[in-house]
């Protein structure tokens, strides 16, 4: 599943792709705002961590990754 993170004052988007289910992804980050570190985490299918304040979010788009088609195309 593809996350979109926008951070605010930053000119690009974080892009990860995550394991975690869209319902896993939002609870995160719903608890994250009401969490007293106030800071949103999560994982990428890697197993890299990814860290950014809540005060700092701009917004998260959740979407069902898309594969990618090779070659050319009739339609």
Do not use: C, H, N
């Not at 792709?17 to 009401?34: H, L, T, Y």
């Amino acid at each position: 599943m593809e996350v979109k993170i926008g951070v605010q004052f930053a000119p690009r988007e974080l892009v990860l792709e995550s394991e975690q289910s869209p319902e896993a992804v939002e609870k995160a980050v719903a608890d994250a705002f009401v969490a007293k570190s106030g800071l949103l985490t999560l994982l990428d299918e890697r197993g890299r961590r990814i860290v950014v304040p809540t005060d700092k979010l701009a917004y998260v788009e959740i979407a069902e990754s898309q594969t990618r088609r090779v070659g050319f195309s009739a339609s």
